[in-house]
């Protein structure tokens, strides 16, 4: 038999052994609203800006 106690033991193990550390969602969920942001105004551009237009420069088409 042992002098020392099961229950004791295993009361100070769960006492020393540390927390598990929580993990954090915000900066997660702040960096896809940057990114569907971002996109969103890309967007928004693109269907905004006037479509670009090219001449040819004289001399250079055949």
Same mark, same amino acid.
Not at 4 to 13: N, S, W
Not at 23 to 32: D, F
């Given at each position: 038999?042992? /002098? !020392?106690? #099961?229950? /004791? !033991? %295993? $009361? %100070? $193990? =769960?006492? +020393? =052994?540390p927390k598990p550390a929580k993990? $954090? +969602?915000? #900066? +997660? !969920? /702040? %960096? /896809?609203t940057l990114a569907a942001v971002s996109a969103l105004t890309f967007a928004t551009a693109m269907i905004i800006a006037p479509p670009v237009e090219t001449e040819a420069v004289a001399g250079t088409v055949e």
């Open positions: 038999m042992s /002098a !020392l106690d #099961p229950e /004791a !033991l %295993a $009361r %100070a $193990r =769960t006492l +020393v =052994t993990e $954090r +969602v915000w #900066p +997660v !969920l /702040a %960096a /896809a």
